[in-house]
């Protein structure tokens, strides 16, 4: 494990194809029963096996036990009709049939926490784990019980919580919160939804993060970005609020986006988790493409509390595309690393002990 500049992916990597269809997302299983639960924990290790190969330091599951981010930790829980459903516009951008909250949410045991397991017994480096976060999961779901946004935030907040300490105590060293909705909703963000993800970390000794991005490479979220004109700053909203925060680690898109770098400033103090590889494109990067990615926001982020990663989960590319683009991010971070690793200032932050 590299103490500096340790990489990771966002979460997700594309299936198996005998798992599930690929280059899809919400793709049905191929499997069912036990055959699927074997099915998942293979790809699980698979998924393992890959970025140990590329070199990543932080390690994921790859999301392999997860139709979908968000979905898939929903089903199970309970006040949630997945036979109901209702047509919502999702990030106020493209339309999906989701199901129907009809009564108190409840959580009435673990989701993900065998799965955390597997993963904590193939690999001895650092691991993550992701989560939605609450603003996203009351934003793919339509409620007819709680009347309200908020309210059903802070409910799905405790629940993550719940979820969140039993990752803890299963060996995940970073719990990771999915928040694409920050980049929407500001008002909400500024109101209650940086406090509801801050109930959702509460009282975790294991470093929590927060991923914030413009989305997957689907046609939704490249049309909603050419509507985005040259600049996006939409980070400036929720970046200082972050900023004076709980949470120890943001995760950001950068590559290829057209995100403004100083807006990075605004996090200074906090860990970064950079996108230095594009999900929205299968050109698979060079080493020096993420290289110069990475030293474009050293200005703006400590050297040591840079963390190469991904713009986004990688579900929906081939197989053979996401393995080169962590093998390019691993190799790009070894650029960087190498060439940060003399400096004075990271000299200085040893020595400042952080
Ligand atoms: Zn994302």
Sequence with gaps: MNALLPTSI???????????EPEKLWSPWKLEGAELAEGTRDALRLAVDEQLHAGIDIVSDGEQTRQHFVTTFIEHLGGVDFERRETVRIR??????????????????????????ALRERTDRPIKWALPGPM???????????GSREKLAWEFATILNQEARELEAAGVDIIQFDEPAFNVFFDDVRDWGVATLERAAEGLRSETAVHICYGYGIKANNDWKATLGSEWRQYEESFPLLQRSTIDIVSLERHHSRVPVELIELLRGKKVM??????????????????????DVLPFVDADRLYPSTNCGMAPLTRDVA????????????????????????LAAAQHGR
């Design 274 to 295: 950079v996108g230095a590889v594009d999900v929205a494109s299968d050109a698979i990067e060079t080493p020096e493409q993420v290289a110069a990615t990475l030293r």
């Design 136 to 146: 996203t999961m009351i934003d793919t779901l339509y409620d007819r019980h709680y």
């Design 323 to 346: 393995r080169g683009k962590m093998v390019a991010l691993a190799a790009g971070a070894e650029i960087v690393r190498a060439e940060v690793s003399g400096t004075d200032s990271v």
């Design 10 to 20: 966002v979460g997700s990597l594309p299936k198996p194809s005998w798992l599930a």
């Design 92 to 117: 106020d951008r493209y339309d999906a049939s989701v199901p129907t909250v009809v009564g108190a949410v409840t959580r009435e045991r673990s989701v993900f926490v065998d799965d955390a397991r």
